[in-house]
């Protein structure tokens, strides 16, 4: 019997308006993209010298993913806040805060490891970003 591993991942999170607590709710599938499959494959062997992934980016492109991406458009990244790990799952918390990548519409994010490589990315379709609201979410990963 041969083993497949099969990696999905899919991307939560909320926007609050802080003025009126308005909360929308998000949720939308992403695509592992082939440097992000690099890096898994480098990690299975103890290549990667700590380089994990440690940040998330948000930008302005609003083209759907494929596999050949490498860069967020007009990107903004920053530190993750916490990862929790079990047997078939990584759970990446994130926020963005109301002071935090203002004056953009965001339609892309995606998760970094330490060398800035694209490990995986998630087009939405189009938040405003403004001091008045913040994000807050999950990126889960599952194997």
């Given at each position: 019997m041969i083993d497949k591993i099969t990696l999905t991942g899919h991307l939560d999170f909320v926007l609050l308006n802080r003025v009126t607590r308005e909360e929308t709710h998000y949720h939308f599938k992403n695509l592992i993209v082939n440097a992000g499959l690099s890096k898994l494959a480098l990690l299975t062997s103890g290549s990667l010298n700590n380089n994990f992934i440690n940040?998330?980016?948000?930008?302005?492109?609003s083209t759907a993913?494929?596999?050949g991406?490498?860069?967020l458009t007009g990107s903004y990244i920053k530190a993750i806040d916490s990862v929790t790990v079990n047997s078939s799952q990584v759970v990446v918390n994130w926020s963005l805060g109301d002071n935090e990548y203002n004056g953009i519409t965001i339609y892309e994010m995606g998760l970094l490891t330490g060398d800035n490589t694209l490990f995986?990315?998630?087009?939405?379709?189009?938040?405003?970003?403004t001091s008045a609201n913040s994000l807050s979410g999950t990126w889960t990963l599952n194997f």
């Open positions: 940040q998330i980016g948000f930008g302005t492109n993913p494929t596999t991406d490498t860069t995986n990315r998630a087009v939405n379709t189009g938040i405003q970003k």
